[in-house]
């Protein structure tokens, strides 16, 4: 074989290994940037499921007495029916970021009667599977990005009654017995009482001077002499 054609048989091998190396490595790239474009779809998830939550909370907040707290679908979240005028608690019904449509699960009481949470049509397996902020509670290590449910409380549903009001808690026992007083200790006075100061014009007068003794006879001892006439 010419010395020029073994060359150019190597230059040949060569030129493949270089185009599949050059393909593997724009695959990677692609690829990368594939999960790269999911990852950034899945925060942007978080955050409309957080809007709606938000939502949710503020269509509760605003229920007039003995009216449902849960809106009949989403478009009351628009224009809350129960006022005359426009009330919103959501500003557009937004496109989910993973499928591209504006079309998201519902979840409904018991009676199918009003929403308490929605979440992602998407059955694909999210790449974020911890490390959610507290708002998105037990989200961590879901199968399905249609796993996470944004609802009023975060995560998991609202029972309300059909009158609105909350079901009362639990029964948890008698109450505890409150603490017994601790003993008051006896108040000493600070100061102590001294007698008052004698009264100035008292201590000025003097004493009364002694009565003259009287004998039993009623006169003195000793006989005071006469003057003489002179």
Known sequence: MAPGARNGGFTYIGLVVLLAILGLVAAA??????????????????????????????????????????????????????????????????????????????MTNGDKAGVTGVYSLSAARPLKVGNFDARFLNFDNKERISDWKFTAAGQGIIVVNPGGATPPPADAGPPPAPPEPAPVAEEVPAVRELPSAPDPEEAATPPEPPAEEKTEEGADDTETPKPVAK
């Open 29 to 106: 790239g692609m690829k990368t940037g594939s999960l790269m474009q999911r990852a950034a779809a899945e925060e942007e998830l978080l955050e409309i499921g957080a809007a709606f939550s938000e939502a949710l909370r503020s269509y509760a907040a605003a229920t007039p007495r003995g009216q449902p707290q849960q809106p009949p679908n989403l478009e009351a979240l628009l224009k809350d029916p129960r006022f005359p005028g426009v009330r919103r608690h959501l500003r557009r019904i937004f496109v989910d970021p993973v499928t591209g449509k504006a079309e998201w699960g519902v």
